[in-house]
């Protein structure tokens, strides 16, 4: 009789604390949703609003490309904004995207949930947007979209750069939060009640892993507006996003040396993120054209720790691209550089 009373009450105080979480979330999302307003371009792509910043050049060459940013996981367009919007601004257009799901844009979970759906979404835009030559920046997550636009849309994109990229399988799988907000069903339910506010207490920590051995810019997470990640649609999107990729990224590995155009790949020296030996290495084993770049003292986020070694690595890619015109396949593979300790 006990354990059945102990059960009844278990279960009770279980559904209370859900209810109110539940309540606590919903109040939550309405105060983000108020402090929170696009400030870019919505294009509806494939049947969904994708939300993106274009600053175009003041006297851009004709032949010289844009340069399309995509962020990783959980953030948006705002991070690499920060980066690079001041660093090309007025000498190259540039184009920020967020990915579908994140930051302002919609996502379709059917459609939009792989990579090829994503960049799909992206080449879309660029469509839209009239856009014939591009180079595409992509930083960790937002490198596996990369790498499946250069496959997938090569005539639009005639460099690459993957700054501390994923894109090969790994040893182990992924935290269980992304898994279990992956389901069907309880991830719908586990994402309207629990992860907001559990969320907004780890987040913290989370910057400080993700910028170490470095610290984050000031304000970063108020400056890339890192409360939409906490709504139960984006932190469902971003949680599919990384519970999918291992075995997507081992399926296009296969296929990397047909992409034949310039490519760079930038790693910080100690990202505990993602393994370089694995991503950036074999980045650089397996795209014909890639030059790799490893940055001491520099961990996930060399395009915010190491911004000035970043931004020159990609107006060397940029050279290497208006220089050679169509003239991707066969070009002498440049050797990886390292720092000086």
């Given amino acids: 009789m006990f354990v059945v009373r102990f059960t009844m009450y278990f279960l009770l105080l279980i559904s209370v604390l859900l209810i109110l979480s539940a309540a606590y979330t919903a109040w939550r999302v309405s105060q983000i949703s108020a402090a929170h307003q696009p400030d870019g371009s919505f294009a ?23 340069l399309v940013f995509i962020h990783g996981a959980s953030g948006n367009a705002y991070d690499p904004m920060i980066a690079f919007k001041d660093a090309f601004d007025g000498r190259y257009t540039t184009l920020f995207v967020d990915r579908p799901g994140l930051g302002f844009s919609e996502r379709d979970f059917e459609r939009h949930s792989s990579l090829e759906g994503q960049a799909g979404v992206i080449a879309g835009l660029l469509e839209y947007l009239d856009i014939k030559k591009s180079i595409v920046v992509g930083h960790s997550f937002g490198a596996a979209v990369t790498v499946v636009l250069g496959l997938t849309h090569p005539e639009r994109i005639a460099g690459l750069a993957f700054i501390a990229p994923v894109s090969h399988p790994w040893p182990g799988g992924v ?51 890192l409360p939409l990640l906490y709504r139960p649609q984006s932190f469902r999107a971003n949680s599919t996003d990384i519970a999918t990729l291992k075995p ?43 030059e790799l770049i490893v940055l001491e003292k520099a961990g ?12 020159e690595a990609l107006g060397t890619l940029i050279d290497r691209v208006k220089a050679a015109p169509g003239e991707v396949q066969g070009t002498a593979r440049k050797p990886q550089l390292r720092e000086p300790a």
């Fill in 175 to 225: 935290d269980w939060h992304y898994s279990m907000a992956a389901l069907p069903i309880v991830g719908d339910l586990f994402t309207r009640t629990l992860t907001l506010p559990l969320a907004e207490r780890l987040a913290p920590a989370a910057i400080l892993r993700v910028f170490a051995p470095g610290q984050a810019p000031e304000r970063y997470a108020e400056r890339i507006n």
């Fill in 248 to 290: 997507q990224v081992t399926r296009h590995a296969k296929s990397y040396h047909k992409i034949g155009q310039p490519a760079l790949v930038v790693t910080g020296a100690d990202d505990t993120i993602v393994w370089p030996s694995i991503h950036s290495e074999g980045l650089r084993r397996d795209l014909p054209n890639a």
């Fill in 44 to 66: 509806e792509i494939d049947g969904v609003k994708l939300h993106y910043h274009l600053f175009p050049a003041d006297n851009q060459d004709s032949d010289a490309p844009v």
């Fill in 300 to 311: 996930h986020m060399p395009h915010h720790l190491r911004n000035d070694k970043v931004i």
